[in-house]
């Protein structure tokens, strides 16, 4: 085994870490047992390969969540090394973390890291005497604009390269000698283990004195970044700030998703990729039923490419990369703290907004993220304001395509609908679900410029995950479209559901495929509605329905695997039920009007 | 060099500005995890209206915000 563990406190740039020394290429895994996950990379130290793991950000050893319980699994199950990355502006609780990892005795190196922060705080540190105090190496870093990293790997080689302290037990000493030798721990045997938990060190104590020692403090002059942060964490101008940057991101993904589909990805698929496939499929088959469930209006090959490639990538592509700006930034926990009071008088905390934001990407890693939240109640009104009311990128995307071929206010009126609907689930869960909800608890990082290299890193990773969780329910959903439309099964199913989708919703009876996609995936529920010639009434119904309408095959299977089937099967019907329901109550309404 | 005024109170109704001095925390671990415990020096920067948290920075070092319920349960006495 040769590992090498990057530990730290969180939001101390361990992951910059992670990206320049490993580069490019890493796999982001789950813990065994756990949905915590973590990436990892291989590197070279002194013409030897190291796999370099990423630990999740934590405290303390002794943990308060399922990720520092997973930090604490990694150290137990052993290292080559530790890099611990100490926040330098931060020293005295990096510091407890820094020194309760030493009771491994596995070989460390401390990076000091965000030096130009501390030192803009006016912090100086004694590097020397740092290195004294802490009997290891400590190497000063500005990971962000990778100073001193290529120190931390000289340092990393030595004390890789230092045989470890042979563990003399007193028993194994010569008798004469018996009572001058000390026990060098190993932390490997018995005895050793033994002792570490027999005199727990209390790091804070030790932090403190260390800090006092070997750092000072001057005068603060903070940056432009700083004063921002700062500003915007008052409700004056923080909540007008918040408001604008939430408008540009959804201005962003909208505006750029919708001229991405139009400049590039319609063409591609439209004159390029359709056209290859037809051409080919109709030189080599016969015409008939199977060309078309391959190359016709609703071939596999069609609507494969128009529906994944040049509807709803575009806009998740968009959706990441704003995502995972702001989550870079530092704005996510600043938000959670400007709202907090609205979201308790919903019932929840603010810390919640951060997990259902997540869910306007996917709701699968939204109600896995939920974990965080430490009780059960409010992950359940987190997983149900996500399941009925926050719409995933790809079932957005589709909607915007929907309704801005009709009138410029429906998209609008539906955002607004949705932020209704959103309350208003928020409220009735909070009250159906027993138990409490604990308060917010959270720290804020300082306000940055996101690295560029690991906010790539982090969004290919993200790419890559939608592409692998979503492709296998996206073709099945393609194979049944294409099997129902081009068989002809379609229209006999149209006629039996004709009294809920044409009596009851208003929409035409082949609208019945957009329920039974629905089922699979949500964006299924709005892509067939495209081709339907529909009034503006009927999209604005149609999007209703798929907005509320239950949340796709892997929602279902993650609610039922992190709750009780009991839970995920109340949400799925209420949903359908609620859909239906009130999408056709907005069809009758929306009839008067029009008579 | 400091006078500290016995001043017992919950950090939540601490005076927005000053600066204390935690007596007690209920015990959470993540808190003592945070930095938060009897000892801290903290100071309120901000009271969210509405309900909403109370924003501290910790020993001048780092900023963090705890929801209302949780700052009543921790007490303070006034550093002057």
Redesign the interface.
Known sequence: MSRILLMGNPNVGKSIFFTELTGIHAISSNYAGSTVSFMEGSFTVGGKEYTLIDVPGT??L????EA?AVATSFMESGAQAIICVLDA?????NL?LGLELQQYNIPLVYALNLLDVADR?GITINTKLLEQELDAPVVPTVAAKRQGLDELITKLEMVLNTPKTDCIHPTEAKPETNQEIEHISCGNCSLCRFNSQKEPVDA?VKAKEIVRRVSN?NDIRLSFMDRLGEAM???MPGIPIAFLVMAIAIGVVIGGGRGLRALFFLPLVNGVIVPFFRNLFTALLPEGMFLNILVGEFGIFVISFEWILALIFPYVLLFYIVFTFLEDTGFL?RI???F???M??LGV??GSLIHMLMGYGCAVPAIIGSRAA?SRKERIVISAAICFAVPCISQSGALIVLLAGYAWWMLPAMILFSLLLFVAVTLIAGKLVKGTI???????PNLLIPNPKSFVRKLITRMKHFLKDAEVPMMIAIIIAALLSESGLLNIIAVYAQPLVTYWLGLPAEAVIALILGIVRREMSVAPLLVLDLTALQAFVGGVVSLLYLPCLSVFAILAKEFKIKIALTITLSTIVMALFVGGLINRIGQLFIA | MLNKQENLNNLYEGKVKGTFQVTSIPN????????L?AGTQVTI??R??????V?LR??????????????KQISIREII
């Open positions: 405290y303390s002794t943990p308060s969540s520092e502006s931060n020293l005295e609780r407890c705080h804070w403090k964490m008052k409700p926990p959670s703290v400007l907090d009071n609205i308790r008088k905390q603010g430490t604990d308060p917010l608890v959270i720290e804020i | 959470i671990r993540l808190l003592e995890n945070m930095g415990r920067q901000n969210y209206s509405l309900g909403g948290p924003l910790i020993e001048e070092a780092y900023s963090i915000a705890l929801g209302k319920d949780i700052a």
